[in-house]
């Protein structure tokens, strides 16, 4: 590739970050659990703290903006 980002590798980071995030969960890292389903509950649930925490963060940005705003005399 010629430093262009194809439609493929553009999206390719969006997917890594996710399983860096997901790597961060220990009981994810290695499969301890023999069933299927407990196993696919934690990555729900995984998935769904990484989403929480992303969500959390944009709204205090949101927040934090809006309150600079009102301040200024601008």
């Known amino acids: 590739m010629s430093g262009r980002r194809t439609a493929v590798s553009s999206g390719a980071w969006v997917v ?36 929480w925490r992303r969500l959390r963060a944009l709204a205090s940005d949101a927040v934090g903006q809006c309150r600079i705003r009102q301040r200024s005399p601008w």
């Open 16 to 51: 890594e970050r996710a399983f860096a995030h997901l790597y961060w969960f220990r009981r994810l890292r290695i499969r301890w659990e023999i069933r299927d389903d407990i196993h696919d509950a934690f990555l729900t649930l995984g998935c769904a703290l990484i989403c």
